[in-house]
Nanobody, 117 residues
């Protein structure tokens, strides 16, 4: 099993920046990918960014050039650095941890990000 704890959400003005953190513990050697999803009110949860070993990253088109995902492999923490935020980026952001060989998918508790205009 893997425990996932997020931190770093909050309220920011448009144009501002926030960094989300996602700390994984437990069966960390089975982690294949870490990433972020978000869900805005009345909308489906959508993938935002992901990272796998070798720092191979993937981003939703809507955040390319504005969000950066990274991972500290020693501390088992993934980060989502968000720049130039806009009100449409407001959502609950969830950290997602995927294990190898379909051993499991784990979610963080969610971090509210609110961008005011």
């Amino acid at each position: 099993q893997v425990q996932v704890v997020e931190s770093g959400g909050g309220l920011v003005q448009a144009g501002g920046s926030l960094r989300l953190s996602c700390a994984a513990s437990g069966n960390i050697f089975s982690i294949h990918a870490m990433g972020w999803y978000r869900q805005a009110p009345g909308k489906q949860r959508e993938s935002v960014a992901s990272i796998i070993k070798g720092d191979i990253t993937d981003y939703a088109d809507s955040v390319k050039g504005r969000f950066t995902i990274s991972r500290d492999y020693d501390k088992n923490i993934a980060y989502l650095q968000m720049h130039d935020l806009k009100p449409e980026h407001s959502a609950v952001y969830y950290c997602n941890v995927q294990l190898f060989a379909d051993l499991g998918v784990y979610w963080g508790q969610g971090s509210q990000v609110t961008v005011s205009s």
